[in-house]
């Protein structure tokens, strides 16, 4: 939930931004923006709750704690290249990809009832699917809209 609220207010935020030093509203660059922030706060979650995103991931894939770090580190260079020009649309792209190969994870977190904060199996469960599966999915329409058609 923290995730959207962030995409929103920064997008908000980044819209009334571009009307008053720009004037006028720029939706795309608002999202950008938007989607830079959230990723940026995301990618902390995978230097600061580690041990829970590990637990996120089913036991037989190898090198779990390794892969936080490296999707965390994924999480800012995908920031970033959304604002750089000539890098915009292949990180786009890249990032759609790679909310498509989060949400198996995200699946298996619900299902094991992971609390990844706490690093425990107490989480909410199957129930938060109902949210994060549209969220990834919004998520990626997102990302489509406002760097790759934009």
């Known amino acids: ?58 036991a037989f894939v190898p090198g779990r704690t390794a892969l936080v770090y490296i999707t965390g580190g994924l999480e800012i260079a995908a920031a970033v290249g959304l604002l750089i020009p000539g890098v915009r649309v292949p990180a786009a792209w890249c990032l759609v990809i790679f909310f498509a190969l989060l949400l198996p994870a995200n699946i298996h977190a619900a299902l094991m009832h992971v609390d990844y904060q706490n690093a425990t199996f107490r989480g909410s469960g199957p129930s938060y699917l109902w949210f994060r599966v549209p969220l990834q999915l919004f998520f990626i329409a997102w990302v489509y809209l406002s760097a790759v058609k934009a």
């Open 1 to 58: 939930m923290k995730p959207l609220m962030i995409l929103i207010l920064v997008f908000v935020a980044a819209l009334v931004a571009g009307k008053v030093f720009q004037g006028q509203y720029s939706p795309a660059w608002s999202g950008r923006i938007a989607m830079t922030a959230m990723l940026l706060f995301t990618a902390v979650g995978h230097f600061v709750f580690t041990k829970g995103m590990s637990l996120m991931l089913p």
